[in-house]
């Protein structure tokens, strides 16, 4: 008990540090594809492919038949694909941090199936995935 109360501060920091370690594995983050499961579900047809990365960054390289949206305009623009709410939905950004918060904002916006791909355009890139320009 006396060690304890000696260190109660070094304890409390140790705790909160673990805390904070935690903290990201614990939110959801959605529904997450892997490049396997992407292909698949866009050669199933009717799967809209969302690029919620900026237009430089899209011109640069994007997956085939890919819209592009950015993330920072996808609130204002979501009726330009309300025609997709009912069928798959994949987001994509440069490394799946963007695309993640954008299957979230899709999912509260009515959208039923949406996934975001775990790895993003530079995973899709190494596994040799065709992109287009």
Do not use: Y
Not at 52 to 57: G, L, N, Q, Y
Not at 70 to 99: F, H, M, Q, W, Y
């Amino acid at each position: 008990m006396k060690f304890i109360i000696d260190n109660i501060f070094l304890i409390g920091i140790a705790l909160i540090s673990g805390g904070a370690l935690l903290f990201p594995a614990l939110q959801k983050r959605g529904a997450k594809v892997s490049q396997l499961q992407a292909t698949q579900l866009m050669n199933q047809g009717k799967t809209l492919v969302l690029d919620v990365r900026d237009a430089e960054e899209f011109a640069t390289g994007h997956l085939p038949n890919a819209k592009n949206i950015p993330l920072a305009e996808l609130d204002k623009r979501l009726k330009e694909i309300e025609k997709s709410k009912n069928n798959a939905v994949i987001t994509v950004c440069a490394r799946g941090v963007r695309s993640a918060s954008a299957a979230a904002l899709l999912t509260k916006a009515g959208f039923g199936q949406v996934t975001s791909l775990e790895g993003g355009v530079d995973a899709w890139k190494t596994q040799g995935l065709p992109t287009v320009k």
